[in-house]
């Protein structure tokens, strides 16, 4: 019974049970199926990227019925792989069905003449060929397809991906159900007199001017280079091919025969001869005179024999195969540490270079005496300024290599040697992608499909083919963080252009200078944006009277929510131009602001004791905001003063080093060393001269205290700068290049300025994190018990007395925290950075150069990546990485709180 | 004694670092104050019409134009001493001012902008007829109304005629544009494309020249050719209103003395800004505001409005919410009500704000990786094969679902942990009240918790919205695009798009600002859209503010 007198039912009604289950149910699966949706980003991320790093696959050999001989000079399969072609060195074109192996045609290609010479480019179907006449003749051997307007009965019953041989090719039926006919096409040019004699090498490039240019030796020892250009025939209105060739004045190397390899560089601007002992000399065919030898240079190692010899696709790479197995990539470089020695003695005209060049960091002048340059640092440096070196060496076999094949889409090449293995490699990550069975009876002849996506060996007996899947050979772990020596790079460097203009463009996909980027953004931007944002939110919640305070922080928390694009378009529209145009001043505001705030103070400490006490609250906030345009007003009358003593009147101009502007470091070194000369002044004065003013200011009246303060600021701003100055004079005369170090300033923190640099997006994105990180550290000050602040205050500390031994050490938790959490929005932002950091990826100390981070990098690129490709699971580990970058930071923070949280438990 | 104390408290009240603590917070200030003061002022000045000066050279060359900015600035020595005379040049190494004039006329001068020294002027005045005449194409005209044609025979000759004429006429050949503007063939084209599309399954199903695939190329071809005799009658009607507008023109003589014959069919707006009233002022200057609102962008979006960027952010927006909310709500019910609270829901929790720290661009990475290339496809593959088969992806791309779905997983962990806040300040006594009278769970959670719960979740909810509306990042890989005339929304079958892909203010700010051709004439719409997603952002904020008010005075009281 009840009060009301009424029976109450025991039974719980059944709709009130069954909303119960259904709202357990409902809740549990949608509150866990978020949870799990959450976890899946991470997972997801992680699944795109981890192909990246799986090798390549290679499939069981299938034997195919066609045979090759040590004749084979060439061997070539079409794109869809149905059908290849042999050429022998008697002319002899042999067409066959990849299916069986069935000969679908064969012909002799050049009847009447006898081929010597013969050059395939590694990019496409182009060819040259040198005859025993002395002619050459240029064409293209390669694949070519039609779609059969009418299908004849006997294919009629192919259906979609089928294919059959017919005639002389294959047909194959695409997805769209035309019947695609692909054979081989020959077509070759007429036959142009070259030498008298018969032509033992022969190589070809185009110049950028579209121009062929040719390159032979002729059987009785000549070198010539062939210019190649087209005119018009006034009478027929054909156009008619001229040669242009002149002899290269070259003597051939004491007690050698005739080189064995040839070899023109893309762009043609210099030839290399190459003999199998592994010698071989470098020619400059830049211009239309020709020189003899720039530089000699050894191949192998000694004892060693080179077995075979190809330039990889925009043939600026000589891969070289020796007889031990060895496979060493060869290009040219541009040494930038060069010595113009054009006043020094006639013995020494030339230009030289040093040994060793990593000492230097940047690129050292020229020495105005010959008496300055200590020769035994430098070797000379050939005329046309490059220099050939062995950029990889590619995992050796241990037997001769025999045949290499080149692809024509990128730096993989597939290998064959003596035993009969079969490897194929990527050549700038240095990485071994396959390698097969070794194929019984050796390999006389490789080739990689041009699709990367099967590979052929050519034996005595009959010829295996594999399907090849070689994943993302150019992403290896080395090559995505580490230093990876590309082509016509000076050394190994971190590189990341993912695009380029030529289908021969080598990627580089190196991380590193993304995740400098980003921390070089993060380290600037939190260098700006912690003090200010620390600062107030003590003064906020110290000093401010509790009416301001709401209205204060919540416009500072208003602004957290600012869209960053904003931020970033106020950041390249109005603040850089704005910048650029009085560098000196804003770096002289650096000091004058904190200098005329501190003096304000002192001068504030002036005033009457009563009289501080009664303008304690707004009027004296309101002063500190009129000394700020103080300081401001002393950077601009400071800045041009600095500029025109120390930098010759422009500082972007001495930034850059710029020819007309010939100061010295001394100003460089002082900006440098007056942070440092700041610390050690305040150090001295906290450690030494505050306790001994303590005790002789006893008898002091205020006053005497207060003028006492400003003479000290006085003479402490003077010290500082005198320190830094002499400091300045002793490193700049001399004493950096005493310990072997560079004696100017420039090439570290300072360089040569640029719009959209650190400065700018320091400025920028820390006005982005200051909110967030004064929220949160206002909260942490503010939460510190009443009774410790007021405990403090009633023993008779000062207010900035309890802020600072009482309430900061007691919150320290949220202020770490706080700043963490500004750390982690800053590694991520992306508007900001992309618009004010000028996106190249360069690794630069430099606080006046942009640079690109991995965010900004995603946010350009990503958007035309092809899905699936290397390049797009690249991006994806930028991602990750971020992601990664911004999960430790707050695991770490999340740590730190925690430490500091059980030391302040008890309060 | 007493003075000693007094003195030691001196240097200990710290005065000095007290004034450093000051002067950041003041920093921080005004750099606010300065950021909005920049675009409110540049903002909100964009359409006000500015007075137009015609201004003579020494070398006698005139320009007529608006003056957009000016700066000083040290000149080459070579190029003053191309400015005559010689006696008025300026010191070496002087700094003078200049003046940049926006001068139009794109089509003759091929630049928008003149830069001028004050030493190279001879004369400025500002002429009374000058005349600005905003185009439909090639941006702004500058001169003085020359004369108004009538089939190309002059029917007014002074300028007052003119002007007068140009009133009389402009509204009536602008209604007439637009008519025919209406009159276009989308539906057409629609159903042309639905055919085709027909087709190409046709040919998927049933493979090419099967029975059904002719029976669709049939249908193909009946349509094809209805369209293009519709097509032809839209054409010739619009022809027709095409040919009365053509009529019309106005010639302008520029400052030079040349005459230039504009159609009034493609005058937007023209006025004389020397003649100009405040009142008058005010009209161009709101009906500038009007038409930047409720229009389309022309021009590479540097003129006109941006309407579909503010219909895109709003849509977009109101979907994440919409799918944020729920979730949010769910998941944070679940760790603070059902689940056993332990290890594993405080690393769950840990996680979800790491979580609200992880950079947007990584979900926009996942948005587009994981929702366009992976759902997106599956969708495609499953629904539309024709439409793969054609190589147009519906949702195989970016989109405004998969945008709105991405910035939903970014704002999640702002209203999970909002709304779980919200929950634990729910004192434990009114539960324990509510479970005594024999509540059960869910009763409680929907009669107690949730409504006293309500005003924190909103509070959450507004700020991952403001969150949402001002993030752009993601957007750029998920479905943002420069131009989208298709709005997400209209009146075609199934009238809700949510494939399509969207324009945003935010993104439309980058675009403009950094991928326009011609930057400089955009930068004043730059700084007005900046003042539009600013004030988007902070009204929002406002109202999460208010709500936090109004949710602690609640409190307070109960």
Redesign the interface.
């Known amino acids: 019974m009840t009060n009301t007198g009424q029976r109450r039912s025991r039974a719980?009604p059944k709709h009130?049970?069954t909303?119960?289950r259904v709202?357990?149910a409902?809740?549990?699966t949608?509150?866990?199926?978020?949870?799990i949706?959450?976890?899946?980003?991470f997972g997801?991320?992680v699944s795109?990227v981890l192909p990246l790093f799986s090798g390549g696959e290679v499939s069981e050999p299938r034997a195919i019925a066609v045979r090759g001989s040590e004749n084979t000079i060439r061997m070539e399969v079409d794109e869809l792989r149905l059908i290849g072609y042999t050429l022998d060195r008697d002319g002899t074109v042999t067409v066959f069905s990849l299916a069986d192996g069935g000969v679908l045609e064969r012909r002799a290609i050049f009847p009447d003449e006898k081929v010597t010479a013969w050059s395939f480019s590694p990019d496409g179907a182009q060819c040259a060929f040198g005859f025993d006449d002395g002619t050459i003749r240029f064409g293209t051997i390669g694949f070519s397809f039609v779609f059969l307007d009418e299908v004849p009965n006997e294919l009629s019953a192919l259906r979609i991906g089928e294919s059959k041989s017919f005639k002389k090719g294959v047909v194959i039926v695409t997805p769209?159900?035309q019947h695609r006919l692909q054979a081989l096409k020959v077509e070759l040019g007429k036959p142009l007199k070259a030498a008298n004699g018969s032509i033992a090498q022969i190589d070809y490039s185009v110049r950028p001017d579209d121009k062929k240019v040719f390159a032979i030796t002729t059987a009785d020892g000549a070198l010539r280079v062939i210019y190649e250009s087209v005119e018009m025939d006034m009478m027929t209105g054909e156009d008619k091919v001229v040669l242009d060739p002149r002899d290269i004045p070259y003597e051939r190397p004491q007690g050698r025969n005739a080189a064995d390899h040839i070899f023109v560089n893309g762009g043609a601007t210099s030839l290399v001869l190459i003999w199998n002992d592994g010698f071989g000399q470098r020619f400059d065919i830049r211009d239309d005179v020709p020189h003899g030898a720039v530089e000699d240079f050894q191949l192998t190692d000694t004892g060693d024999t080179i077995t075979a010899a190809r330039a990889l696709v925009g043939k600026s790479t000589i891969m070289i195969g020796t007889a031990q197995g060895k496979l060493d990539a060869w290009f040219a470089i541009k040494p930038d540490l060069v010595v113009y020695g054009r006043n020094l003695t006639p013995r020494r005209e030339g230009n030289w270079k040093y040994k060793d060049q990593k000492r230097f960091r940047r690129p050292r002048l020229i020495p105005t005496k010959a008496a300055e340059i200590d020769f035994d640092e430098l070797e000379p440096m050939p005329r046309d300024g490059v220099e050939f070196v062995c950029g990889h060496r590619l995992d050796p076999a241990d037997s001769a290599l025999v045949s290499m094949s080149p692809s024509s889409r990128s730096r993989m090449l597939t290998a064959a040697y003596a035993n009969g293995s079969v490897r194929t490699y990527q050549v700038t990550t240095e990485s071994l992608v396959v390698e097969t069975e070794p194929v019984a009876g050796g390999v006389h002849y490789v080739a990689l499909s041009p699709k990367e996506d099967g590979i052929y060996a050519l034996s005595g007996e009959s010829m295996r083919g594999w399907n090849f899947d070689p994943k993302h050979p150019e992403a290896t772990f080395g090559s995505l963080f580490g230093r990876v020596w590309y082509e016509g790079y000076n050394k190994p460097d971190y590189a990341w252009q993912s695009t380029g203009g030529s289908s021969s463009f080598e990627p580089k996909l190196s991380l590193r200078p993304l995740i400098y980027g980003t921390i070089k953004a993060t380290t600037y931007s939190i260098l700006i944006a912690a003090?200010?944002?620390?600062?107030?939110a003590?003064?906020?919640s110290?000093?401010?009277a509790s009416r301001l305070r709401t209205s204060?922080k919540?416009?500072?928390e208003?602004?957290a929510?600012?869209?960053?694009?904003?931020?970033?378009?106020?950041a390249?529209?109005?603040i850089a131009p704005y910048l650029q145009g009085g560098v000196p001043i804003m770096l002289a505001a650096f000091a004058t602001?904190?200098f005329a705030?501190?003096l304000?103070?002192?001068l504030?400490?002036l005033l009457p004791?009563r009289k501080a006490i009664q303008w304690g609250g707004f009027p004296?906030?309101a002063s500190?905001?009129v000394?700020?345009p103080v300081g401001l007003l002393l950077a601009t009358w400071i800045g041009p003063l600095l500029e025109s003593s120390f930098f010759g009147g422009n500082l972007r101009s001495w930034l850059s080093d710029s020819a007309d502007n010939q100061a010295d470091g001394v100003g460089g070194w002082m900006l440098l060393l007056m942070p440092l000369c700041l610390l050690v002044v305040a150090a001295l004065n906290v450690y030494f001269l505050?306790p001994v003013?303590?005790s002789i200011?006893?008898?002091?009246?205020?006053k005497?205290?207060?003028l006492f303060?400003v003479a000290k600021l006085l003479v402490q701003t003077v010290v500082v700068l005198l320190l830094a100055w002499g400091g300045a004079k002793m490193l700049g005369a001399g004493w950096m290049e005493w310990i072997g170090l560079d004696a100017d300033p420039r090439g570290g923190v300072l360089g040569s300025y640029n719009q959209l640099n650190a400065l700018v997006v320091g400025f920028v994105m820390g006005?982005a994190i200051?909110p967030i990180i004064?929220t949160l550290a206002e909260d942490a000050l503010s939460s510190v018990p009443s009774q410790l602040r007021e405990g403090s205050l009633g023993a008779g500390?000062?207010?900035?007395?309890t802020a600072?031994r009482i309430v900061i050490p007691t919150s320290m938790s949220g202020l770490f925290g706080a700043l963490m959490?500004g750390l982690?929005?800053a590694?991520?932002?992306?508007?900001i950075v992309?618009?004010a950091a000028g996106n190249t990826p360069v690794m630069e100390l430099n606080m006046f150069s942009g640079f690109r981070t991995l965010?900004a990098n995603?946010?350009t690129e990503?958007?035309e990546a092809v899905?699936g490709d290397t390049h797009y699971r690249a991006?994806?580990l930028a991602?990750l990485v971020?992601?990664a970058m911004?999960?430790c930071?707050?695991?770490f923070a999340?740590g730190v709180r925690r430490v500091f949280r059980r030391r302040f438990a008890d309060l | 004694m007493s003075s000693r104390r007094r003195v030691s408290s001196l240097f200990a009240r710290g005065e000095p670092m007290v004034w450093l603590t000051g002067a950041a917070l003041v920093v921080c200030l005004l750099m606010i104050a300065g950021l909005l003061t920049i675009v409110i002022y540049n903002g909100a000045s964009t359409f006000w019409p500015k007075p137009l000066t015609q201004l003579t050279t020494h070398h006698g060359k005139t320009y007529l134009g608006e003056e957009s900015q000016n700066e000083d600035y040290n000149p080459a020595t070579a190029a003053v001493a191309d400015w005559v005379p010689a006696k008025k040049r300026p010191a070496p190494e002087a700094s003078v001012r200049r003046r940049m004039y926006r001068t139009g006329n794109y089509e003759v001068f091929n630049t928008h902008f003149t830069w001028l020294s004050d030493y190279e002027i001879a004369e400025e005045f500002e002429p009374r007829w000058g005349i600005v005449v905003e185009r439909q194409e090639w941006g702004r005209f500058y001169g003085k109304p020359h004369a108004f044609h009538v089939d190309g025979k002059p029917v007014a000759n002074e300028p007052a005629a003119v002007w007068a004429r140009f009133e009389e006429l402009h509204e009536s050949v602008r209604a007439r544009r637009e008519a025919a503007g209406e009159l276009n063939d989308n539906d057409l084209n629609d159903h042309e494309n639905d055919a085709r599309l027909e087709r190409t399954s046709a040919r998927l199903k049933d493979g090419a020249d099967s029975d059904e695939w002719r029976e669709a190329d049939k249908v193909l071809q009946s349509v094809r050719k209805r369209a293009e005799e519709e097509r032809i009658a839209i054409r010739r009607k619009t022809q027709a209103m095409q040919a009365e507008n053509d009529r019309y023109e106005l010639i302008v003589m520029m400052a030079d003395g040349e005459t230039k014959a504009l159609k009034l069919a493609d005058i937007v707006r023209a006025y004389l800004p020397n003649q100009l009233s405040l009142g008058e002022k005010w009209g161009v200057y709101l009906s500038r505001w009007g038409e930047f609102l409720s229009d389309n962008p022309r021009e590479a979006n540097s003129e006109g409005g941006v309407f579909p960027a503010i219909f895109g952010t709003i849509i977009m927006t109101l979907i994440m919410s919409i799918l944020v909310v729920p979730f949010g709500v769910l998941a944070a019910l679940y760790l603070r009500e059902y689940a056993k609270q332990g290890t594993l829901v405080s690393i769950v929790r840990i996680a979800v704000n790491n979580l609200a720290g992880v950079p947007s661009i990584v979900f926009g990475v996942f948005g587009l990786g994981f929702f366009c290339y992976f759902v997106g496809v599956g969708i495609d593959d499953l629904l539309f094969p024709a439409r793969v088969a054609e190589n147009t992806p519906t949702f195989g791309k970016g989109g405004i679902l998969w945008a709105s779905l991405t910035l939903a997983l970014l704002t999640l962990p702002v209203v999970i942990m909002a709304t779980e806040e919200a929950i634990s300040a729910v004192p434990h006594s009114m539960r324990e009240g509510s479970y005594a009278c024999g509540a059960s769970k869910w009763q409680t959670i929907r009669k107690i918790v949730l409504p006293r719960a309500a005003p924190g979740i909103m509070t959450g909810m507004i700020l991952a919205i403001a969150r949402g509306a001002g993030e752009v990042a993601p957007l750029m890989l998920v479905g943002a695009v420069k131009l989208a005339p298709d709005l997400p929304m209209d009146g075609s079958f199934p009238f809700v798009h949510p494939e399509r892909s969207f324009m945003h203010l935010g993104f439309h700010i980058y675009d403009l600002g950094f991928q326009s051709p011609n930057s400089k004439a955009a930068e004043p719409m730059v700084f007005t859209t900046t003042m539009l997603l600013i004030g988007i952002v902070v009204l929002l904020n406002l109202v999460a503010l208010w709500v936090r008010a109004r949710l602690r005075r609640q409190f307070e009281a109960g």
């Open positions: 719980t009130v049970k909303a119960e709202a357990r409902l809740i549990s949608g509150g866990i199926g978020t949870i949706a959450v976890v899946l980003i997801f991320l795109v769209k159900k003090p200010l944002a620390l600062l107030a003590i003064f906020t110290q000093f401010l204060v919540s416009t500072i208003m602004m929510s600012l869209p960053s694009v904003v931020l970033g378009f106020m390249a529209i109005v602001i904190p705030i501190l304000g103070a002192r504030w400490q004791t004296r906030f500190i905001s000394f700020l505050a003013v303590r200011s006893r008898t002091w009246t205020r005497q205290c207060a303060d006005f200051v004064y500390a000062t207010p900035w007395q600072w959490v982690g929005r590694v991520g932002e992306t508007m992309l618009m965010s995603i946010a990503l958007p899905q991006l994806f991602a971020l992601f911004t999960f930071i707050n695991i999340e």
